[in-house]
């Protein structure tokens, strides 16, 4: 039947070496009209430009090239909004779009999409494609600002449940990258998860992706992303309970 979830999070930042604390936050919301075979996704972001390691989830470009954002306090007000639609049992398409006012006066627009197919038997083995755009209306040298900047990937993803309520997942995906010098970049991806109980866990995430990125002529940019911390899960709103 139908249900709406809420999601939200606050984070504060330390960065050191003479840059200020700062606070990121979220919220989101998920709403399955029916059946789940539709899911719609609204979001708000606030956060700074350097915090910012994962923009939808699957994705990783890191978008800022120097501490100097956070000394001169560049952040970011990101709405955004999504659709998951499953076509059968195994073939599914999830996309996202976001447009962003970042504080320094410009804008940014970034879009998502991934077809994935899902193999019989278990664990859990996604065959995809993807496809990332970023453009940002000004340059800048303080965070990455391509005017348009486009990655087609393709990749496989793991999913599976061990023992003692634990999850996870591992990913990679070799990318095409049409408009930059460099064509081909790459990148892996896992999580692990703990269970605590009905409402909280541990959650483990890492992440290395070596791609194109045109920061300098002919130059290639790696980026390197690990965080742990602790979910508190809010539950689901059943639709019917809010009057819908």
């Given at each position: 039947?139908?249900?709406?979830?809420?999601?939200?999070?606050?984070a504060?930042?330390?960065?050191?070496?003479?840059?200020?604390?700062?606070?990121?936050?979220?919220?989101?919301?998920?709403?399955?009209?029916?059946?789940?075979?539709?899911?719609?996704r609204?979001?708000y972001?606030?956060?700074?430009?350097?915090?910012?390691?994962?923009?939808?989830?699957?994705?990783?470009?890191?978008?800022?090239?120097?501490?100097?954002?956070?000394?001169?306090?560049?952040?970011?007000?990101?709405?955004?909004?999504?659709?998951?639609?499953?076509?059968?049992?195994?073939?599914?398409?999830?996309?996202?779009?976001?447009?962003?006012?970042?504080?320094?006066?410009?804008?940014?627009?970034?879009?998502?999409?991934?077809?994935?197919?899902r193999?019989?038997?278990?664990?859990?083995v996604?065959?995809?494609g993807?496809?990332?755009?970023?453009?940002?209306?000004?340059?800048?040298?303080?965070?990455?600002?391509?005017?348009?900047?486009?990655?087609?990937?393709?990749?496989?993803?793991?999913?599976?449940?061990?023992?003692?309520?634990f999850?996870?997942?591992?990913?990679g995906?070799?990318?095409?990258?049409?408009?930059?010098?460099?064509?081909?970049?790459?990148?892996?991806?896992?999580?692990?998860?703990w269970?605590?109980?009905?409402?909280?866990?541990?959650?483990?995430?890492?992440?290395?992706?070596?791609?194109?990125?045109?920061?300098?002529?002919?130059?290639?940019?790696?980026?390197?992303?690990?965080?742990?911390?602790?979910?508190?899960?809010?539950?689901?709103?059943?639709?019917?309970?809010?009057?819908?």
């Amino acid at each position: 039947g139908r249900w709406l979830s809420l999601r939200g999070g606050v984070a504060r930042n330390r960065y050191g070496d003479g840059a200020p604390d700062t606070t990121s936050w979220f919220l989101h919301g998920d709403l399955s009209p029916g059946a789940d075979r539709v899911r719609v996704r609204l979001g708000y972001h606030h956060y700074d430009l350097i915090d910012e390691s994962d923009p939808f989830g699957e994705n990783f470009y890191n978008q800022a090239q120097t501490l100097e954002v956070i000394r001169q306090k560049i952040d970011i007000d990101e709405g955004r909004a999504g659709m998951l639609l499953r076509f059968t049992g195994r073939l599914s398409l999830n996309s996202d779009v976001a447009l962003g006012d970042i504080s320094d006066g410009n804008r940014r627009a970034t879009a998502y999409s991934r077809l994935s197919y899902r193999l019989p038997g278990t664990p859990r083995v996604d065959l995809f494609g993807a496809f990332y755009y970023q453009s940002v209306r000004d340059d800048s040298l303080l965070y990455w600002a391509p005017s348009n900047f486009q990655s087609y990937a393709l990749g496989a993803r793991v999913e599976g449940d061990g023992a003692r309520r634990f999850h996870y997942v591992a990913e990679g995906q070799l990318a095409f990258h049409p408009l930059e010098d460099h064509l081909l970049g790459g990148q892996v991806y896992g999580v692990a998860a703990w269970d605590l109980g009905q409402r909280y866990s541990l959650r483990l995430t890492g992440n290395y992706l070596a791609a194109p990125v045109q920061r300098g002529a002919g130059s290639h940019y790696d980026a390197t992303y690990l965080s742990f911390g602790l979910v508190a899960r809010l539950g689901a709103l059943p639709a019917a309970a809010r009057g819908h």
